[in-house]
């Protein structure tokens, strides 16, 4: 580390300058770095909750489907199940009588 440093930032000791300007420089450049990496990191973030938006969408639309086709699975067992009563009825009517 360099035995100059301005007052307030380290910016100038990391990149080695030795003078006010090229301190000032440096400042800049890491601010807009900075400004930078919190732009991207905003754009990844709204880019992952679209992300998952759009995912739970699709798992709703898949959920809803799969219930839908539970309940017509449903429909049929009761109606065969009626269907199989009736025929038995029908069996024992016809021993009985």
Request: proline fraction near 1%; hydrophobic fraction near 55%.
């Amino acid at each position: 580390m360099p035995e100059w440093v301005c007052e307030g930032c380290y910016a100038c000791a990391i990149a080695g300058t030795k003078s006010e300007q090229a301190c000032q420089m440096v400042s800049l450049l890491v601010d807009f770095s900075r400004r930078e990496a919190l732009r991207g990191a905003g754009d990844v973030v709204r880019g992952e909750i679209a992300l998952l938006r759009h995912e739970m969408a699709a798992n709703l639309r898949s959920l809803i489907i799969g219930l839908a086709a539970m309940a017509g699975a449903a429909v049929f067992v009761v109606v065969g199940f009626l269907v199989l009563v009736d025929a038995l009825v029908k069996s024992l009517a016809n021993v009985v009588s």
